[in-house]
């Protein structure tokens, strides 16, 4: 088994790899792919690769496909890059934090916005009032 620092190294460098590798791709369908955070198992076998693609659910899902079907390719570059003793088996899974934090953004903003029309009514009804 490796090291917790070892098993952090191994996936901060498949990140970073992964990201240039799809960013370098020229398949069409993994344009919009963000690699966001990577894990690997203890015994460097295995890594879970979670990607988030801006773009509706068509773009999303066709995305993902392009990503599996070049998994052989991204796995063989990962190994030429990174030197370890077996190549980890990638698997991708979606991430939708960038999407959840968003969301979050745009209601905090729209909160903002009716919390400040609604002082400006009360501005506006005791201005009124005192006149």
């Known amino acids: 088994m490796?090291?917790?620092?070892?098993?952090?190294?191994?996936?901060?460098?498949?990140?970073?790899?992964?990201?240039?590798?799809?960013?370098?791709?020229?398949?069409p369908r993994v344009a919009f792919v963000t690699v966001t955070d990577a894990?690997?198992?203890?015994?460097l076998r295995h890594v879970?690769?979670?990607v988030s693609v801006l773009g509706d659910e068509e773009t999303k899902r066709?995305?993902?496909?392009?990503?599996?079907?070049?998994?052989?390719?991204?796995?063989?570059?990962?190994?030429?890059?990174?030197?370890?003793?077996?190549?980890?088996e990638i698997i991708f899974r979606w991430d939708e934090s960038l999407e959840r934090g968003a969301r979050i953004s745009q209601l905090l903003r729209e909160l903002q916005d009716d919390g400040a029309d609604a002082e400006d009514q009360d501005t506006a009804s005791s201005v009124g009032e005192d006149i």
């Open 39 to 43: 894990e690997v198992s203890r015994d």
């Open 62 to 88: 066709a995305a993902m496909d392009g990503l599996e079907r070049a998994t052989g390719y991204i796995r063989s570059e990962l190994g030429q890059r990174i030197r370890l003793r077996h190549t980890p």
């Open 48 to 50: 879970k690769i979670f």
């Open 2 to 27: 490796a090291t917790h620092q070892r098993v952090q190294r191994v996936r901060g460098a498949i990140k970073q790899e992964a990201s240039d590798i799809i960013r370098k791709m020229k398949d």
